[in-house]
T-cell receptor, first 110, second 115 residues
C-alpha cells in the first residue's frame, strides 16, 4: 500500500531564499508524481506533473524531480517570494487513485 | 473553460444535524471524485464515480455519508448525522476519464465546521 510523506510539516524562510520541499513514497512503482499548491480555504492548484518515465519538470521558478529508486521527489523553488506562501502537497497519481502526502506549509517572510 | 464548481463554500452546523454539498464537474468529464481533507492532512478519497456508477467507495463511512451522481453530471455528498470529527474541507474533483493519464482537476472545496 502506497504511503506518501512530506517533511517538514512547516517551513519559514526569508524572501529571496532558494528552498527545497521533500516528498517520500514507500512504493517505487509510482505512476506519476504531481505537486499541488493549496492556499488557505482554497482548492488545489496543479503545479507540476512528472510522468514515471521522466526525471524532472520545470515551470518558471519551480523545478520538480523524481527519483523512483530512492522513493523521493523534490520541489525546488528559486528566489522565494511572499506570494509563494501556501501549503504544498505531492501526490502519487496511481493507476486510478491519487494518494496524497500530508503537505508542507510554507511561509515566506518579507 | 469553466472549472469544477462547488457550493456552498462554507457551512457551520451542530453535531447530529445533516448537511449536503453540491459539485458540478468540468463539462464532459466522466469521472468525479469526492475527497475529505482534515486540517493538517492530505486529501483522502471518499468516493469515485464513473459517469453515474460508483467505482470506489471503500473509504466512505456509509453509516452516515451518502453520495449520488444522477445523470452522470452533478453530484451531491450528504452527511447525516454529522459528528465533530467530520469537520474538514470537502473537495470535489473531475477528470476526463478514470485512471492515468487522465489528470484530476479540483474545485475550491467546501469547508465544514461541526460544533
Amino acid at each position: 500500500k502506497q504511503e506518501v510523506t512530506q517533511i517538514p510539516a512547516a517551513l519559514s524562510v526569508p524572501e529571496g531564499e532558494n528552498l527545497v520541499l521533500n516528498c517520500s513514497f514507500t512504493d517505487s512503482a509510482i505512476y506519476n508524481l504531481q505537486w499541488f499548491r493549496q492556499d488557505p480555504g482554497k482548492g488545489l492548484t496543479s503545479l507540476l506533473l512528472i510522468q514515471s518515465s521522466q526525471r524532472e519538470q520545470t515551470s518558471g521558478r519551480l523545478n520538480a524531480s523524481l527519483d523512483k529508486s530512492s522513493g523521493r521527489s523534490t520541489l525546488y523553488i528559486a528566489a522565494s517570494q511572499p506570494g509563494d506562501s501556501a501549503t504544498y502537497l505531492c501526490a502519487d497519481t496511481g493507476t486510478y487513485k491519487y494518494i496524497f502526502g500530508t503537505g508542507t506549509r510554507l511561509k515566506v517572510l518579507a | 473553460e469553466a472549472g469544477v464548481a462547488q457550493s456552498p463554500r462554507y457551512k457551520i452546523i451542530e453535531k447530529r444535524q445533516s448537511v449536503a454539498f453540491w459539485c458540478n464537474p468540468i463539462s464532459g468529464h466522466a469521472t468525479l471524485y469526492w475527497y475529505q481533507q482534515i486540517l493538517g492532512q492530505g486529501p483522502k478519497l471518499l468516493i469515485q464515480f464513473q459517469n453515474n456508477g460508483v467505482v470506489d467507495d471503500s473509504q466512505l463511512p456509509k453509516d452516515r455519508f451518502s453520495a449520488e451522481r444522477l445523470k452522470g453530471v452533478d453530484s451531491t455528498l450528504k452527511i447525516q448525522p454529522a459528528k465533530l470529527e467530520d469537520s474538514a474541507v470537502y473537495l470535489c474533483a473531475s477528470s476526463l476519464d478514470q485512471g492515468s493519464p487522465y489528470e484530476q482537476y479540483f474545485g475550491p472545496g467546501t469547508r465544514l465546521t461541526v460544533t
